[in-house]
């Protein structure tokens, strides 16, 4: 069986994005054998906030958000080498959200290292300021699931290499590495076991 013919032209279109951000964003770093697909979002204004290492993937409708933070010095957004992000997967940034090498997002995954303020019933909330938020650090290797949630209120969370967050899942505190975690909010469920070569449930 043939694939579409016409599906040749969301592929060049795809390439020509990718080339044309390139050449024309600021980014704090754009890789080799990147590949940004033509549906993205990500603000010329905010790209200077974004370190993308190679062979980097964002799939279609993929967005990269950068929120103002007093802060405006450091990097927001870091991408590192081998990162694959799935579609319609979203990444949210006051402060800095930094995945490492070879990081696999599912689609539909959401990382913010801030919330929508709502202290104030009077206003709407899309007149009030983000939360000052916290940081988020994803170790390498590391696998989120279909619609997994990351979220950082304040302070730091951290995933530790080699883990693996279950689908759906809500993550709001940190986890060592090798570690399997599920549920809302989500839990520890196994841990790599180098002794025995094996990921052994955790009992409750």
């Known amino acids: 069986m043939f694939e579409d013919p016409l599906s040749i032209f969301p592929r060049i279109a795809t390439r020509l994005k990718t080339r044309w951000i390139n050449a024309t964003y600021p980014f704090a770093n754009f890789g080799h054998r990147v590949s940004i697909h033509h549906s993205c979002e990500i603000s010329r204004s905010g790209a200077r906030y974004v370190y993308i290492g190679d062979d980097v993937y964002l799939g279609s409708n993929v967005w990269l958000n950068m929120v103002p933070s007093i802060d405006e010095s450091n990097l927001k957004i870091t991408l590192g080498n081998g990162c694959k992000l799935g579609r319609r997967s979203s990444i949210s940034a006051r402060n800095s959200i930094s995945l490492e090498e070879d990081v696999l997002l599912a689609p539909s995954v959401l990382i913010m290292d801030h ?34 949630v990351i979220h950082c209120g304040s302070g730091e969370l951290s995933l530790g290499r080699n883990s693996v967050v279950g689908a759906n899942a809500v993550v709001t505190k940190s986890f060592p590495p090798f570690s399997v975690v599920a549920g809302n909010p989500a839990r520890l469920i196994k841990r790599y076991d180098a002794a025995s070569a094996r990921w052994v449930r955790v009992e409750s």
Not at 116 to 145: F, M
């Open 115 to 148: 919330n929508h303020e709502y202290s104030n019933p009077d206003i709407p909330i899309h007149r009030q300021p983000a939360t000052d938020g916290g940081r988020i650090k994803i170790g390498r290797n590391c696998w989120l699931g279909y619609g997994a």
